[in-house]
């Protein structure tokens, strides 16, 4: 997780540095380490997963046949591959694993992947895909029975938004998972989550409820005797301690920090642990002792080979020894500070260090350097020109003046005695020329940006009023579009009634009264046979009557839903003509809107007859698949194909039907053909 750096009513003095490393240290520190947290949390068996593994491989062998139970050998060999950092291996199999849970509906399963693909994608810093993962997790783990899935959820979620810097979002996931962790026993779990919502509230500067957050979740660790998640947990501790000005008490708990980071073999975490104890001593004036812990950090971060702890050790350390009067000593490690800084683009630490540098050519009365730095301290800070940044810069500048003055009184005295009065008067006049200068400057700028952030104000609204018409452009079409395809099937399904309700009503009556004629009526031979013939034709006639009228609102559709509907329509066209369907569903065993599965067969009535009327195939795959909320249907034939870019293909009726009615699912089709290579067309929409 990721704490935020907010600086508010900045003191433009080098004890800021000090005063703001804590917060600034628990960033950078935390997010990795809530990142090995996290993955520790998931794969912390990955090095002992062998006798999972050969326990479910022996149960795979007794049981074959058992989806779920090769799921979850699936997902152990993933969890163990990369735990081993073979990732590539872990991605086969959990992909693997992946499409069996899809292809079962293993809400337990497709919880698991998309909470292991959150954890994956965050260590890669795929922020926006960890995201949506944490998000798809949430949703199965809601469907799935498992609570403790449920409590890594909300985590991997509250985890994102803390690295997207909402922490109120995170803050009402974290909370909804954290009484769950502690419902299932997971006390791990509740731990990470605990120092999560630290983290969360730090970020809203609330440190004393991120303080009782931070020392809940130390106290789990304890109670687990888990010394990683002990000294993270005190370390926000401490820090949260120390940003309520209860200095004593942080001293004391970041002296039990360096026992824990020594236990656990953490250099860098005991450097961290230094360096918040000599800022902590500074603070109090002590700055013999706090120059001392500097100088243990030192040996520590000489082993690191780390530009971020270089950064900060030469920082403080110069900061420190300015304090003490060393100021050769502390321009060395100013100037070793600044020189990473500008390597490493921290342009925050670098505004710092000018005004560290400042300081001290402040303290050597070098007023040209001090004056010089300040600016460039300004310069990346631009909220500190404020005015008592303009008082201290003219503070500076007259200094220097007048320094400059005194030199050349003192070389000059007897020569320069009559001009000391009109120096003085241009001195004065020149200041306050620098001084409006610098007052029409700022107002200017501030004048230019308001009119600037005016425009864009005005632009931004223009383009939000073309968007909302083009909306709802988009949203009258869609809307005459639906009435009239709802106008359309109805009409089908009234003329489908009439059809077999009345016409084939009346020739059932003719069949029967000529069926009658012919046992009571004394007819030749001839006659006999030409009625035969009659009720013949009016069979047939009767049975294409109740095709047509089936085609046009299919019974099974309405009663038993699409599945069995396309399953009759598939086996109809398999006995009429030379061409093999198969059908695969997947999804369908809940019914959808009536609407929606209308417009789903017609789709594939469109389809199918365009194959047996263009294709020449032998062969047409139909796969419909439904999710939570969106469908896909794929039509593919081993035909002839055709010429996209065709002008009768693009004009087409079929064509622009199938587009409409797939409009009408929020959808977008997608055609892939070529002559001579069949043709597969894909339908995807979106669900209500």
């Known amino acids: 997780m990721h704490y935020r750096l907010i600086l508010r009513n900045f003191e433009v003095k080098c004890i800021a540095v000090h005063y703001t490393r804590l917060l600034f240290l628990l960033s950078y520190r935390c997010q990795s380490l809530l990142l090995m947290l996290a993955v520790l949390g998931f794969f912390l068996t990955a090095s002992a997963q062998s006798p999972v593994l050969d326990s479910l491989i022996q149960e795979s062998n007794k049981y074959p046949e058992n989806d779920t139970l090769h799921y979850k050998l699936d997902f152990q060999y993933a969890m163990y591959y990369y735990g081993a950092s073979k990732e590539d291996s872990a991605t086969i199999y959990i992909e693997q694993a992946y499409r069996r849970a899809k292809q079962m509906h293993y809400t337990d399963g497709l919880a698991d992947y998309h909470h292991f693909m959150a954890v994956a994608s965050k260590k890669k810093q795929l922020l926006d895909s960890a995201m ?35 922490g109120d979002s995170a803050i009402v996931n974290l909370l909804k998972g954290l009484p769950i962790a502690e419902g299932c026993k997971n006390s791990r779990l509740a731990c990470n989550i605990a120092f999560n919502i630290s983290a969360a509230y730090n970020m809203m500067d609330n440190h004393t409820v991120s303080r009782d957050y931070a020392r ?9 005797k888990d010394s990683t998640y002990m000294f993270h947990s005190l370390y926000n501790w401490a820090t949260q301690e120390s940003m309520l000005e209860h200095n004593d008490t ?25 360096n918040n104890l000599g800022e902590i001593l500074y603070k109090q004036r002590n700055f013999i002792q706090s120059l001392q812990q500097y100088e243990k950090m030192a040996r520590i971060v000489k082993t690191l080979h780390d530009p971020q702890y270089d950064l900060y050790l030469y920082m403080n350390r110069g900061n420190t020894l300015t304090a003490l009067g060393k100021y050769a000593a502390a321009k060395e490690d100013l100037v070793k500070a600044q020189d990473i800084a500008i390597q490493l683009k921290a342009n925050f630490e670098l505004s710092q260090i000018f005004m560290c540098r400042s300081e001290l050519a402040e303290q050597t009365n070098n007023f040209n350097d001090a004056l010089l730095y300040w600016k460039m301290a300004d310069s990346l800070k631009a909220m500190m020109a404020t005015d008592q940044s303009l008082n201290d810069i003219h503070r500076l500048e007259i200094q220097y003046q007048t320094a400059e003055k005194d030199r050349s009184i003192a070389e000059q005295r007897a020569s320069l005695a009559e001009r000391q009065a009109a120096i003085r008067k241009k001195d004065m006049i020149n200041a306050g020329l620098f001084i409006g200068c610098l007052l029409l400057g700022t107002i200017a700028v501030m004048a230019y940006r308001n009119v600037r ?14 968007q909302k018409i083009n909306e709802l452009e988009k949203e ?45 009526v004394f007819l030749s031979a001839e006659n006999v046979r030409a009625i035969t013939t009659i009720i013949g034709q009016l069979d047939s006639s009767i049975t294409e009557l109740r095709r047509v009228s089936h085609n046009m609102m299919p019974e099974a559709l309405i009663k038993y839903g699409l599945k069995e509907a396309l399953e009759n329509y598939c086996e109809s066209i398999d006995q009429s003509v030379t061409l093999k369907v198969r059908l695969q569903t997947y999804g369908l065993e809940q019914r959808m809107e009536q609407d929606t599965e209308i417009i789903l067969y017609r789709i594939v009535q469109e389809l199918l007859n365009n194959v047996i009327k263009h294709a020449a195939a032998t062969q047409v795959l139909i796969q419909l698949v439904r999710e939570t909320d969106k469908v896909t249907l794929t039509v593919e034939d081993d035909g002839k194909g055709f010429d996209k870019n065709n002008l009768d293909y693009k004009n087409g009726a079929g064509l622009r039907n199938i587009q409409a009615r797939a409009g009408y699912l929020n959808g977008v089709m997608d055609i892939r053909t070529r002559p001579g290579e069949g043709t597969s067309v894909t339908i995807e929409g979106i669900l209500n």
């Open 216 to 224: 809940k979740s130390y106290e789990i660790a304890a109670s687990i």
């Open 132 to 166: 949506q993962h944490s998000r798809m997790g949430l949703s199965w783990a809601l469907q799935a029975a498992d609570k403790e899935k449920l409590a890594f959820a909300y985590n991997d979620l509250g985890n994102m938004h803390i690295y997207f810097g909402k």
């Open 476 to 520: 009258r079409q869609l809307v005459a579009a639906q009435s009239l395809m709802k106008g359309q099937e109805e009409e089908r399904s009234r003329m489908a009634r009439d059809l077999h309700d009345g016409v084939g009503g009346l020739l059932s009556g003719v069949k029967l009264s000529l069926s009658n004629m012919k046992g009571n």
């Open 453 to 466: 952030h005016r425009q864009r104000l005005s632009a931004k609204e223009r383009e939000l009023h073309e």
């Open 250 to 274: 942080a001293l004391r708990m970041f002296e039990r920090c360096i026992e824990l980071a020594q236990k656990i073999n953490c250099d860098g975490c005991v450097a961290d642990v230094y």
